[in-house]
């Protein structure tokens, strides 16, 4: 029997910033950047803080992530 997974909505936005950062660096396409950009000046956030929240959605939904049992703070 198919496992149907359901992924709650992503929905960006506005928060303060409280987690200590380190500054990390990632090559992408520029038609992706060109979308994070005008996503984030839509609702008024940072493009680091849209990608930010994309990054951690994306984790929190891992399909693989239950595959390989990792847990919140491994």
Known sequence: MERVVVLK???PYKKPTI???IVATI?????TLDEI?????KID???NELINQCIKYALDNL???????IKEND
């Not at 950009?37 to 000046?41: L, R, Y």
């Not at 399909?63 to 049992?69: D, G, H, P, R, V």
């Open 45 to 47: 956030i940072s493009r």
């Open 9 to 11: 909505e992503f929905e």
């Open 27 to 31: 090559r992408i396409d520029t038609e």
């Open 19 to 21: 987690s200590e950062k």
């Open 37 to 41: 950009d005008k996503i984030a000046t």
């Open 63 to 69: 399909k693989t992530k239950e595959k390989l049992s």
